[in-house]
């Protein structure tokens, strides 16, 4: 007796393809998708890991396209919906207390990633689930910050390769924990481009990403927010560098195009900024990806400005492909081998020769705020713990 025939995993990720397409595209193009491919409890499956299902749930729910589920499916999808909104409910419940202790010691945080998109890009805030707040603060408010959030119950994580001093440095982040067993993670940011690849191979304008900085309202309490393509260009460069491809993942590239859907940006001045920054490479993979994987036909034109050589694009896809994103393809298992992503997604050559040598070298100030002392016993015991990939 033959075997069964299981589908390839070209044939699968056809399909996943198709079905992002379906839910991020219009409800007449969602229908076909559904008449022609009824959802199944795999795919219901395959969304939830991705953090998508909430999103396609309510697309398919706003199409008024449910009764065309099969019968099961629909079962498992209000089980599903029923979690995300508690989930959901509970983590807007603590923003609004956070906003409000913030507020009291006079502090009108920045939001960004899903802190603010969840509240206005996605159709209910339910549709973006989230692992913690991101708020950026001044560092003149960032122990008024700090201390507003122990007044509520929160105690600081700190993690032993992420030392405060370093991430002050870094523009890194401050981990707030909170008291309550369903309460999430808070961070406060002391910038929104962090990290050792930005710093010495990027030329970021963070002065200007303050200046124009937008005010909004969220669950009725004010708050500040990034210009559009200063947020695409974060939401892009977070995902291809801060989290190198890893999750979020498609999630990462659907923020960024419903972001962009929501508050168009001008492409002209997002590509001029990326170049100008020196996280063009960065900004294109991410863009593309989205065009490949969602459709986002919008950002073609943009991709076309941004793209780096033939020749580095075509050692980029050593790493990264749209089928590898479909199936989370994790590259910081890559061992060192990862940093070589990092630096095929650098502008310039001498950037990346600066990246790579102090990534060898740091300077004193990032061995004492990351290990406490800077003799040259511990600069040997970094060269390794970089060879080893450790650091």
Known sequence: MPRPRTPSSLAVSARQTALLRAIVGSDQTLSAWIRD???TEADLSWLAARDLAAYALQRIYQADLAGQIPPDVRKVARQLSA????DAELRARELG???DA???AQITPVLFKGAVLAHTVYPTPACRPMGDLDLWLTEAEMARGQAALVDLGYAQRVKTQRPVALQAQRSGEIQMIGPAPRSGLVELHYGVFAGEWLRQATHVDERGVRERLATITILGRPAGALAVEDSLIQLAVHLTINHQMAHPGVRGLLDIVLEARTRPPNWATLVAR??????ATAVWL???LAVELLGFEEARPACTRLAPSAARRLLIRRFVTPRAV????????????????????????????RLLGRALWPENGWLAARYGRQDIWQRWQHIWAVIRARV
């Open 37 to 39: 491919n009824p959802p």
């Open 83 to 86: 979690r995300t909104l508690l």
């Open 97 to 99: 207390q956070v906003l």
């Open 102 to 104: 913030l507020a009291k």
């Open 274 to 279: 990326a170049q100008e920054w020196r996280v």
């Open 286 to 288: 991410a863009l593309h």
């Open 326 to 353: 479909l199936a989370r393809r994790d590259l910081t298992q890559l061992g060192p081998i990862r940093f070589m992503y990092q630096l095929l997604l650098v502008d310039h050559l001498g950037d990346g020769a």
